[in-house]
């Protein structure tokens, strides 16, 4: 059974840093595409950043440069490094599994049941 | 800032059937294909329709997907109390600034 359990949030001062956690099961982290993907309280879905399984890293332009995603292999586990913290970035965080069945064709197939950060002073 | 647009809500009666519109661009839903989400009061997103009409396991097939030029559109039939909750569409985007884009999100109710 595959599942994603993160962990790592909290309440941080403006500025501030957070790692985010994903810990997977059912399934290999490193042969996938993983994401993280934010939303703020009351609001929509917000994609944050991407690593390919040949662990190309991509970010939303919102947080590019503040955050950086990456792997640990032996762990089976995704990590979202949060630096520069602002109160915009106060959002529940899901990690989740990415999948394409063909070119221009991608979706989320398994979400984790998210972790809180709250930014605030 | 979601570059999809969906309205904000729609509402039918048990039984019934709604529809969900998510309009997008040529950079997004017309070059890529779509994908829906359900979102149950305080639970995660969950995989509801990939690749505009595919329905994973598990899902019954009182939801559907359809896609025509820049628009998705999700369907729900025979509408129980059960699909209350928040639906997003999602797809890849060609622009520079973000790789995967959600619609602004639709609020079921059942009446």
């Known amino acids: 059974e595959v599942q994603l359990v993160e962990s790592g949030g909290g309440l941080v001062q403006p500025g501030g840093s957070l790692r985010l956690s994903c810990a997977a099961s059912?399934?290999?982290?490193?042969?996938?595409?993983m994401s993280w993907v934010r939303q703020a309280p009351g609001k929509g879905l917000e994609w944050v950043s991407v690593?390919?399984?040949?662990?190309?890293?991509y970010y939303a332009d919102s947080v590019k440069g503040r955050f950086t995603i990456s792997r640990d292999n032996s762990k089976n586990t995704l990590y979202l490094q949060m630096n520069s913290l602002r109160a915009e970035d106060t959002a529940v965080y899901y990690c989740?599994?990415?999948?394409?069945?063909?070119?221009?064709?991608?979706?989320?197939?398994?979400w984790g049941q998210g972790t809180l950060v709250t930014v605030s002073s | 800032q979601s570059v999809l647009t969906q309205p904000p809500s729609v509402s039918a009666a048990p039984g019934q059937k709604v529809t969900i519109s998510c309009s997008g661009s040529?950079?997004?839903?017309?070059?890529?294909?779509v994908s829906w989400y359900q979102q149950l009061p305080g639970t995660a997103p969950k995989l509801l329709i990939y690749d505009n009409n595919k329905r994973p396991s598990g899902i019954p097939d009182r939801f559907s997907g359809s896609k025509s030029g820049t628009s998705a559109t999700l369907g729900i039939t025979g509408l129980q109390t059960g699909d209350e909750a928040d639906y997003y569409c999602?797809?890849?985007?060609?622009?520079?600034?973000?790789?995967?884009?959600f619609g602004t999100g639709t609020k079921v109710t059942v009446l």
């Open positions: 690593i390919y399984s040949g662990g190309s890293t």
């Open positions: 989740a599994r990415g999948k394409s069945s063909s070119s221009h064709a991608y979706y989320f197939d398994y």
């Open positions: 059912g399934f290999t982290v490193s042969s996938n595409y």
């Open positions: 999602g797809t890849w985007d060609s622009s520079l600034s973000v790789l995967y884009v």
């Open positions: 040529s950079s997004n839903i017309g070059n890529n294909y």
